[in-house]
């Protein structure tokens, strides 16, 4: 008699071959159940994922949106690299976005008409407002990782928390002090020479994707090549043991809240001056947690990371064009999204087992051993 | 005189409103009370108050029966958090990681279906409410009248079950055992408790609640679904479970204390007071954040919240 039998393995298996095998059937298992959901309203699925994948990745235009979408997740993205990776397991980036995006559109309001930086060029505008931008980010998540290194106090419900007070004061901002004469709660629309460069004409793709991958490099140098980042990862392996080597987990811990609070607001900051151009209430959409998403499913390595944003974002602006085109509601895509990352994330108990073939039951000689 | 009789009318109204907005807040916070004592921060509980507001509405609708949809409502919350529970207990994947993705999840499936069932009808459909039940003699009694006993059945049945939930968790074998999963699962397991089963309890038990409290928007609040209508109200049940320190008694507080803080800011924005109304919004957050920085002293959560357990 033939069968299967399945045992469970002491570590999961982690060859490549077996992470992309079971990345690729969640990815399949996902788009066919996708598929079954677009049946009701009468499309065809091949031509339905054909067209998104055409305009997320395929033209030219589409994929400008999809680098203008995956800049802020790349940045959310890092953060919650430098952060996790330091045991900082920090929540809170939607607020740090929403800060870095108050933050810049208040700098970038110095250059109105008649204000001080008037006529500014962007070259000297922009060094000013990446500084201001990631200084306000870093000392909003430096709150809460003060709390942690000094009061050891909880951080990923007071960052949870910060989240609403940050989106509570952007709506005090453009509903008061950042307010244009007007009807609506919007701040002025930021002045042109302050705007974030198209990169290529016929693209919306501006000059936050390039910011983006120079902060990935950065981060990569950082986090995996100084000894800095050799210090930042050994507090979130082990924090007992890093302190027995004589490194000073709390500074660590908040150095990494810098960290990422700062990339977190580049979020924010792109977004301002690359698509906004001025400050809205509701502006973040939870981008500060699907980067946390992506930052993980790029296992929490900076290249991984751009990667899986770049994906994300572009079945998102596949998600708009199909909705548009083929009259399919886009939330068929979000769920098709959010399946496969689940299933990635189920699949990881598979890696635990093995199946092998067994054979009939025979008598194997006793080993005896002496 | 006169503005005596303004402030007692302000005074009702507020205090009235603050009660109807913390009801399905404390019905969230309460169910999620029990998977945090058990160890597991379940963010999920937003996605299953939308799945419970667009199963309520729908089974509403077909059936003109608010209790076979709040039924119907539970029923999904149950199902979907075993989903939950499977993920967070035996796979043992990020709680925080499942939970955001599982919230996308059921906004995509809450807007889908609704999307599906309403094909061709145009116009939205009311469906038949949880109506106000005002309570013989007590609701005349002047101002307390009016803001207590003037409200729907859902949140009498709430309110007791604060007393439900305390009695469960602090009086019975099932609390104890719950409370031992939440602090220290190891001696919990040694000491014979089934740690795997107490915590799939504490999730599922959130679910159901937290899915009644999506029912309860659509039910007693609104009568209509849109997607928006739960918008993070969740969330929010989860900062009161924090600021009520895990137990329903003072959870119960904290809901009340948050409903407050918005309907104050309501009714301000009426009388046009010079304070920003997202002052007062933002308070509750802020004491939570304070109570939990650990400049008051340390405060005792679950300790073994969000630490996955392994059977040895």
């Known amino acids: 008699m033939k069968g299967f039998s399945v045992e469970r393995r002491l570590m999961p298996v982690d060859t490549s071959l077996s992470l992309a095998l079971i990345t690729l059937l969640s990815v399949v298992a996902a788009l066919v159940i996708g598929g079954v ?3 009701p309203f009468g499309a065809n699925p091949f031509l339905a994922y054909w067209q998104l994948f055409e305009a997320g990745f395929a033209t030219w ?4 949106f999809t680098l203008v979408k995956a800049a802020p997740l790349i940045m959310v993205g890092l953060a919650t690299i430098c952060a996790w990776r330091t045991g900082f397991a920090y929540l809170g980036f939607e607020g740090c976005l929403l800060i870095g995006a108050a933050a810049a559109t208040w700098t970038a309001m110095q250059a109105l008409p008649g204000a001080v930086l008037e006529g500014v060029p962007f070259f000297m505008f922009l060094p000013m407002v990446i500084a201001v931008s990631m200084l306000s980010g870093a000392i909003w998540s430096g709150i809460v990782g003060y709390f942690k290194s000094r009061f050891g ?3 990923v419900i007071t960052s949870l928390m910060m989240n609403y007070v940050a989106i509570f004061l952007v709506q005090y901002l453009v509903s008061g002090p950042l307010r244009a004469k007007g009807d609506l709660p919007v701040s002025p629309r930021l002045p042109e020479n302050t705007w974030l460069p198209y990169l290529f004409d016929g693209s919306r793709a501006h000059l936050g994707i390039v910011m983006a991958l120079v902060a990935t490099l950065l981060v990569w140098v950082l986090l ?34 810098f960290l990422a609070g700062g990339l977190a607001a580049m979020a924010g900051t792109v977004d301002i001056l690359g698509v906004h151009h001025r400050l809205v209430d509701g502006l973040a959409e939870g981008t500060g947690f699907v980067g946390i998403v992506v930052a993980l499913l790029g296992k929490l390595n900076p290249i991984g990371c751009v990667i899986a944003a770049i994906l994300y974002a572009g079945l998102t602006v596949g998600a708009d064009a199909m909705q548009r085109q083929a009259g399919l509601p886009a939330s068929v895509i979000f769920i098709v999204q959010s399946l496969i990352i689940l299933f990635v994330l189920a699949s990881d108990i598979l890696r635990y087992y093995r199946i092998s073939r067994v054979g009939p039951a025979k008598t194997t000689p006793v080993e005896v051993s002496g | 005189m006169d503005q005596g009789f303004t402030f007692s009318v302000f005074l009702v109204a507020w205090l009235t409103a603050a009660i109807r907005l913390s009801g399905p807040l404390l019905l969230a916070a309460l169910g999620e009370t029990f998977s945090e004592r058990s160890g597991l921060l379940n963010i999920g509980i937003e996605g299953t108050m939308l799945l419970g507001a667009i199963t309520s509405y729908l089974v509403t609708l077909w059936t003109g029966s608010p209790w076979l949809g709040l039924l119907a409502a539970m029923l999904i919350g149950l199902l979907a958090n075993t989903f939950l529970a499977w993920m967070y207990v035996q796979v043992q994947a990020n709680q925080v990681v499942v939970g955001i993705i599982f919230n996308i999840l059921a906004l995509g499936v809450a807007s889908y279906t609704y999307r599906l069932s309403m094909e061709g009808v145009t116009g939205p459909q009311k469906v038949a409410m949880f109506e106000p039940i005002p ?12 803001i207590l006993f003037t409200h729907s059945i859902l949140l009498y049945l709430t309110v007791a079950l604060v007393a439900v939930a305390a009695f469960v968790l602090y009086r019975t074998r ?55 209508i739960v918008a993070g109200q969740g969330f929010i049940a989860l900062a009161i479970v924090i600021f009520g320190r895990w137990d329903p008694w003072k959870v119960a507080i904290a809901a009340f204390v948050f409903g407050a803080a918005d309907a104050l800011q309501l009714s301000l924005q009426l009388f046009q007071v010079g304070l920003p109304p997202q002052l007062l919004l933002s308070l509750p957050y802020l004491l939570t954040i304070l109570a939990m920085s650990g400049i008051l002293g340390k405060t005792h959560q679950p300790e073994a919240l969000m630490a996955s357990y392994r059977r040895e």
């Open chain 1, 153 to 155: 106090g909880n951080e």
């Open chain 1, 37 to 39: 959901l677009m049946m």
């Open chain 1, 224 to 257: 995996l090549k100084s000894r800095v980042g050799y210090e930042l990862i050994v507090t979130g392996l082990n924090p007992k043991a890093a302190r027995y080597g004589g490194i000073n987990v709390g500074t660590r811990q908040l150095l990494a809240s």
């Open chain 1, 61 to 64: 235009r589409g994929f400008g």
């Open chain 2, 135 to 146: 309570i013989p003699g007590l609701a005349a009694i002047p101002i307390v009248g009016p």
């Open chain 2, 174 to 228: 099932f609390g104890l055992q719950l409370r031992a999963a939440g602090e220290n699962p190891r001696a919990g397991s040694a000491a014979g408790i089934d740690i795997v089963r107490m915590r799939y309890a504490g999730v599922l038990i959130s679910g159901i609640a937290a899915a009644a409290a999506g029912a309860y928007l659509v039910l007693v609040q609104v009568g209509l679904f849109r997607e928006t």
